[in-house]
């Protein structure tokens, strides 16, 4: 590997010198900030664009309509990755990965 992908907060406990004394850059991104504008599902009703389409697709299938539930809370930012995984799936975490790297950010 030569280049370590990291969030923003890692430098506060990581060793910045023993990445660069192996050789290996250290790229930081700001995800969290940028999921806070654009967040993932966690029961809010909110879904991202794969989501979207599987429950059409569903809706369309079963000839229902599907209601947003009620007393949805707000995105919480700053989670580990495992919410996502337990909230979107393999498929919607790759989506927001896409998104951000299509973001530029």
Known sequence: AT???AGVGS???????????????????DMGAWLN???YDQGTGQKT???AQIQVQRNQE???????PEGATKFTGGLSVVDAL???G??????LF??????GQ
Do not use: T
């Open 3 to 5: 280049q370590y992908l």
């Open 49 to 51: 664009q794969v989501q």
């Open 86 to 88: 337990m909230h979107v």
């Open 11 to 29: 430098s506060n406990y990581e060793d910045d010198n023993a990445f660069l004394h192996a050789g290996i850059k250290i790229v930081r991104h």
């Open 62 to 68: 079963a000839s229902e309509l599907v209601m947003s």
């Open 37 to 39: 504008a654009h967040p």
């Open 90 to 95: 393999e498929k919607g975490i790759l989506e």
């Open 98 to 103: 896409e998104e951000f790297h299509q973001s």
